[in-house]
C-alpha cells in the first residue's frame, strides 16, 4: 500500500541539517561532561515535552504539575480527567525514551498499538489498542467545518505494515528526516477513534530516540511543537489537503521539521548555559549565607519552573524530615523560595530573590536564528488561498 514518500533533502535542508548536528554534537559534549544541573534539565525537558505535546490537543496543565507528572506526584490544579490524559502519556513517552536506545528496539504495528494502549487505557470507550472500526474524520473547533478525512478503515492496518516496514527500511535516513515520516504518516493514516496526534508525536520520538548522538530525552521537538501549533496545523493542512493523499509532496513538512529541531536546539544551548550561570549564583548564595550544600538542587528545580515539597526534597537529599523542614523554612526566611499553600498541599516555588537571580540571567537572552525565513509566511499563504 502506498504512503508518503520521504523526500529527499535539499540544498537549504542539507545547511540546515549541518547546522543541527553542529548544535547536537555541543548539546552532547555538555552532556558527557557530568553536571548537577543535567538531572534537573532532563526532568524539566521531558516534562516540556509532554505539556507541549498534550497543550495541542487542548489538555493544558501547568509547568508545576508536568513536572509532578514525570516525578510521578499528584497535581497541583490539573482536573481528574486531564491528569488521565497527561499521565497516560507520561507512560507512553517514558517507554520510548527508554527502550528505543536499545539496538534490538523496532517499530512495528504492535508497538504502536501498545503504545496507544498505554496512552488511554484510562478510558475504554475510546478503544485503547485497537484501530478505528470505521470512517473518521478532523473538524475545525472553531466553526465545526471538516478538515480532514482519512483512509478507509479497512486499510488502516495494511497501512500502518507499510509504514512500519519503511521506517525499518530506511534505518539509514537521517533520524529527523525518517522521525518526521513516521509522524506525517501516522497522523494522516489517523488509525485510532483517539489519540492520532499525540501518537504521532511519541512515534516521532521514537524514532528520534534510535539515534545515539544526542540523549533521548533532548532530541524532542515535542515542546516546540506545543509552542507553534497554528503552524503545526498548517503544515498539517498544506500537505494533506483535507483527505488522504500520499501522492502528495511531504518536503513542506519535513522542512518544517527541520526547523522545529534547530529551533529546540537552539533553545536548548541556551538553558544549558543559563544553567551553569545559575548554579554559580546558587553556590554564591549558598557562600553568602552559610547552607548546607544539599539545597542547590531544591533552588535549582524552582528556578526550573518546578515546585519544591519537602517529602520529595528529603528522599533526594537523604535527610531526616526535621532537617528538610528546618531547611524549607531557612529558604523562605531568605526570600529564595516562596511558601505556598499549609499543611500536606504545601510547596515551595521561587521566592523574590531566586526570582531576581533568575530575571538577571535571562535578561540577556538573544532571539534565535530561523533556518527557514520564509516558511511561516508560505504556510499562511497556502493555508489561507481558496481551493
Do not use: C
Not at 316 to 330: F, K
Amino acid at each position: 500500500m502506498t504512503i508518503y514518500d520521504t523526500p529527499e533533502p535539499d540544498l537549504e535542508d542539507r545547511r540546515t541539517l549541518d547546522e543541527i548536528h553542529a548544535l547536537r554534537e555541543e548539546l552532547s559534549s555538555h552532556l558527557r561532561v557530568p553536571r548537577r544541573w543535567t538531572g534537573a534539565l532532563r526532568r524539566t525537558t521531558q516534562a516540556r515535552a509532554i505539556r507541549g505535546s498534550n497543550s495541542i490537543e487542548g489538555y493544558e496543565v501547568s509547568e508545576q504539575d508536568a513536572i509532578a507528572a514525570v516525578d510521578n506526584e499528584e497535581p497541583l490544579g490539573a482536573d481528574e480527567r486531564t491528569w488521565a490524559e497527561i499521565t497516560g502519556y507520561r507512560r507512553a513517552l517514558t517507554y520510548v525514551l527508554t527502550a528505543a536506545p536499545d539496538p534490538h528496539f523496532r517499530i512495528d504495528t504492535q508497538l504502536v498499538r501498545s503504545l496507544h494502549f498505554m496512552l488511554l487505557e484510562h478510558d475504554l470507550a475510546k478503544g485503547p489498542g485497537r484501530y478505528r472500526p470505521g470512517s473518521i474524520y478532523v473538524t475545525d473547533d472553531s466553526d465545526g467545518s471538516q478538515v480532514y478525512e482519512g483512509p478507509d478503515a479497512d486499510a488502516v492496518s495494511g497501512l500502518l505494515g507499510t509504514m512500519a516496514g519503511r521506517l525499518e527500511a530506511e534505518r539509514d535516513v537521517e533520524p529527523m528526516i525518517r522521525g518526521a515520516m513516521a509522524h506525517l504518516n501516522l497522523v494522516m493514516i489517523h488509525p485510532f477513534r483517539d489519540g492520532n496526534g499525540r501518537m504521532a508525536r511519541v512515534l516521532q520520538t521514537a524514532a528520534l530516540a534510535q539515534d545515539t548522538v544526542l540523549e533521548p530525552t533532548f532530541s524532542s521537538i515535542e515542546e516546540w511543537l506545543g509552542h507553534n501549533t497554528t503552524d503545526y496545523y498548517r503544515v498539517l493542512a498544506a500537505t494533506g489537503q483535507g483527505s488522504w493523499n500520499p501522492q502528495n509532496d511531504a518536503h513542506p513538512w519535513v522542512k518544517f521539521a527541520l526547523r522545529a529541531h534547530h529551533m529546540q536546539a537552539q533553545t536548548l544551548r541556551r538553558r544549558f548555559a543559563e544553567a551553569d550561570v545559575l548554579w554559580r549564583r546558587i553556590d554564591d548564595l549558598i557562600a553568602e549565607h552559610r547552607l548546607p550544600e544539599r539545597v542547590g538542587d531544591a533552588l535549582f528545580d524552582a528556578l526550573q519552573g518546578g515546585r519544591v515539597q519537602r517529602p520529595s526534597y528529603v528522599r533526594r537529599a537523604e535527610i531526616e524530615d526535621r532537617t528538610g523542614t528546618r531547611d524549607l523554612v531557612r529558604l523562605t526566611e531568605l526570600g529564595l523560595l516562596t511558601a505556598v499553600g499549609k499543611t500536606r498541599a504545601r510547596h515551595y516555588l521561587t521566592g523574590p530573590v531566586l526570582a531576581e537571580v533568575s530575571a538577571q540571567v535571562r535578561s540577556g537572552r538573544q532571539p534565535l536564528v530561523d533556518p527557514y525565513p520564509w516558511l511561516r509566511n508560505w504556510l499562511r499563504a497556502e493555508t489561507d488561498r481558496p481551493r
